[in-house]
């Protein structure tokens, strides 16, 4: 594996590995597939898929498909085509376009700059440039200034009072490849929370620092969130202020959990309370709301859709161009069954930033609902290449389940439900639409043990419950109403 992993586009026969291993190469391959679950050629072909991927996301806007899979070893583009698709759902052609949308979103008047004074900020270092024509990429640090601002959770400061700093290095080579290498560190305690580093070519240097800075604007967005929270998880709810209540609300609010939801709703209405013009703890308040409608955490779901609709408005009220809060107030109305709202909040997400993660995931429900079952599976697809380590893309995994099931697919469904649940074991209530989706593609046995995990955690569920709980499609909910009950749920 470590000579695999260390050149994954290199070929390399059986007998050489084997050679290089010391073993015989029957011996190679009986233990990869006893060991590892996969044939030697399966393993070669996942990291070479994984690096074609990878370069399809972070490419330029120019990238060709071509030339990616010959540079990965993939000298048979249909076969490339093929195993790409069966591996992530959707073609080659579709990640870069899908990319690009990303990338360039549609321009719209930049909101006023208004914070919460609470509200963490970035200081942007000036970059050190290291060869002659490194000096292309001198816009590369307000590039990512003016990406940040974009994102709205966190401001733009002076790097003597931020509490988190970028530093930066461009580095140009005779070849005309260009290399930004970034590092995040917490100012207090001079610790590194992150660091990556971004390729392009010279000659493409302008579209190659907007792709990079939206790249390292999302990567920052993300390590500040998980070191807010870290921060707030080390005090008392008592000794929080409104920003630093929503950070310890945040794990809580998307864990998907009875218990971790009412306690996330807790500290969101202390902060409502501290912070009345904040427009993101009404709206992570909708969310958490409409999470408990629409999962079975209460016995009166009616009433916490209703609630998810009031603090949605709230939000949007006081919204001053935070993509975040767009995206959390259209997830809320989805859940409670307001689509048309729901699209718009998520187009203004959208519009506000491109590359909004959660809009990309919660829009693509957006499609589900609607019967769109290719539309869904993109977005979802988007929102997963946005961020791979997102803790709300097993919704996204879910979806692409739900889309399967809307398309009559119900062993893809079953397959990409259970995945889901691997993803989020505590997420049971997945089994409502697991156990009709083996139910349907003939898996009984399957169905039975799906639904019994349903059964132990929701005993008093019924399928008149589970169509009430969320807008899918008449022929989506009388299908799902059909595997329930050959699986065994009450009517």
């Given amino acids: 594996m470590d ?22 190469p029957r011996t190679l391959q009986k233990h990869f597939r006893r060991f590892v679950g ?9 990291l070479r898929l994984d690096g074609a991927r990878r370069d399809l996301l972070r490419g330029p806007a120019d990238a060709s498909v071509t030339e990616i899979a010959l540079r990965w070893g993939f000298k048979h ?33 930049a909101p006023s700059m208004r914070f919460a004074g609470e509200r963490p900020s970035v200081g942007i270092l000036p970059f050190a440039f290291a060869g002659t024509d490194a000096q292309h990429a001198a816009v590369i640090a307000d590039e990512i200034a003016a ?32 290399r930004v290498i970034v590092m995040l560190t917490d100012a207090a305690t001079g610790r590194y929370i992150w660091a990556d580093r971004w390729d392009g070519e010279l000659a493409a240097s302008f579209a190659f620092q907007e792709r990079a800075a939206a790249g390292i604007a999302g990567a920052i967005e993300r390590s500040v969130r998980d070191a807010e929270i870290a921060l707030a998880g080390r005090k008392s709810a008592e000794e929080l202020n409104a920003w630093q209540l929503m950070m310890k609300a945040l794990p809580h609010a998307l864990s998907i959990e009875a218990a971790a939801q009412a306690r996330a709703i807790e500290l969101l209405e202390r902060a409502m309370e501290l912070a009345p013009n904040d427009a993101l703890p009404p709206a992570l308040a909708a969310w958490c ?20 609709r009031a603090l949605a408005a709230r939000a949007a009220h006081l919204n001053a161009g935070d993509p975040v809060v767009e995206a959390l107030a259209g997830a809320a109305y989805t859940l409670a069954h307001d689509l048309v709202p729901a699209a718009l909040h998520f187009e203004r997400a959208l519009a506000l930033d491109g590359a909004c993660v959660w809009a990309w995931n919660r829009s693509g429900w957006i499609s589900v609902y609607h019967g769109n079952a290719a539309e869904a599976i993109e977005r979802f697809q988007i929102a997963r290449s946005i961020a791979a380590d997102d803790p709300l893309n097993f919704f996204c995994t879910i979806g692409i389940a739900a889309a399967h099931f809307e398309a ?12 889901g649940l691997a993803e989020h074991p505590s997420a049971v209530w997945v089994n409502r639409f697991r156990a009709p989706a083996y139910a349907l593609a003939g898996r009984k046995d399957e169905a039975r043990r799906s639904f019994a995990q349903l059964a132990r955690v929701y005993p008093e ?31």
């Fill in 408 to 419: 009559a697919r119900y062993d893809d469904a079953a397959r990409w439900f259970t995945r």
């Fill in 38 to 46: 996969r044939t030697l050629r399966e393993v070669q072909w996942a």
């Fill in 77 to 109: 583009l249909g076969r490339f085509a093929i195993l790409y698709r069966r591996r992530y759902d959707e073609s080659p052609s579709s990640t870069l376009r899908n990319r690009r949308r990303v990338l360039t979103p549609e321009r719209v008047p």
């Fill in 289 to 308: 709301h409409g999470q408990r409608g629409g999962h079975y955490f209460t016995a009166r779901p009616a009433v916490e859709k209703q609630k998810a």
């Fill in 147 to 178: 990406a940040l601002c974009r994102k709205r959770w966190i401001a733009v400061a002076a790097p003597g009072s931020a509490r988190y700093r970028l530093r930066g290095t461009v580095q140009a080579d005779a070849q005309g490849r260009l």
């Fill in 3 to 24: 000579l695999l992993e260390a050149d994954p586009g290199r070929e390399r026969s059986l007998k050489a590995l084997a050679a290089a291993c010391g073993v015989a």
């Fill in 461 to 491: 569920l019924t399928i008149a419950d589970v169509r009430s709980a969320l807008p899918n499609t008449p022929s989506f909910l009388a299908r799902q109403a059909e595997g329930l009950e050959a699986a065994g749920m009450r009517p």
